[in-house]
């Protein structure tokens, strides 16, 4: 494929991305169904569904079937701070939207820690975070652990009109520096990370947990 060929067919792809992004949203009210990042379904008590999964209490089992695909999962160590259990889902198109998704899984610390000490192998990563690989004994009970948190990765940038046009304005915005600015949103458990010079990223907790969101980004150093 020639460069002029390579270019048009890029542009093609962004194009097809922004259009599925504005086009008018769908007026379904059932999480089932839901599987664009604007769709996110309130409970009334705090609670909510994302891309049909109801956060802190759909499994990554339910993710798997929900996304059509198997998760790879990894236990990071932090330098400080404890132990983060992730399940990385790359290539997704959910509602014809490519990107991937990591899923932040929910198990007790004391839980965590066995599964450390039976973990395979320890790699070590960029700034001071460790990467271990799970024991297979492991996994049925990773693959229970409720999900606590969406991380929905566009595989193209996000325009910010678009985005307000999807969203709504934000209710708060706090900027990060180099071009980096979240926007908030409490009462769906949004925050959508928009960035100048690269792809944004929207993140999704219960509203009732939006605190625990939000806290670190306003600067209070118990969340971090």
Known sequence: MNRMLLR???IA??????MLLLRPPERSGDERTATHPWEVQ?????????????????????????LGSEAKVTLFQPEHGGLVLEAFFDD???????ADFVLVLDLPGEQLEA????????????EGVNRVQINPVDMP????APITTITYLPAINLDPEALEWRFG????????????????YPATGLDIVVNDD???????????????????????????
């Open 92 to 98: 997704l198109r959910p509602g014809g939207l490519k």
């Open 115 to 126: 599964i450390h000490g039976r973990g395979l192998r320890i790699a070590r990563g960029r």
């Open 141 to 144: 009970a990773v693959r229970a």
């Open 198 to 224: 690269g792809k944004e990223v929207l993140q999704y907790v219960a509203p009732r947990d939006f605190d625990r969101l939000a806290a670190p980004l306003r600067g209070d150093p118990a969340e971090r």
């Open 42 to 66: 309130l409970d009334g008590r705090g609670g909510s569904h994302a891309f049909g999964l109801e956060l802190g209490v759909a499994t990554l089992t339910e993710a798997e079937q929900r």
């Open 8 to 10: 048009v067919f890029i």
């Open 169 to 184: 304005p934000p209710v708060e915005q706090i900027a990060e520096g180099s071009g980096v600015t979240h926007w908030l």
């Open 13 to 18: 792809v962004i194009l097809t991305g922004v």
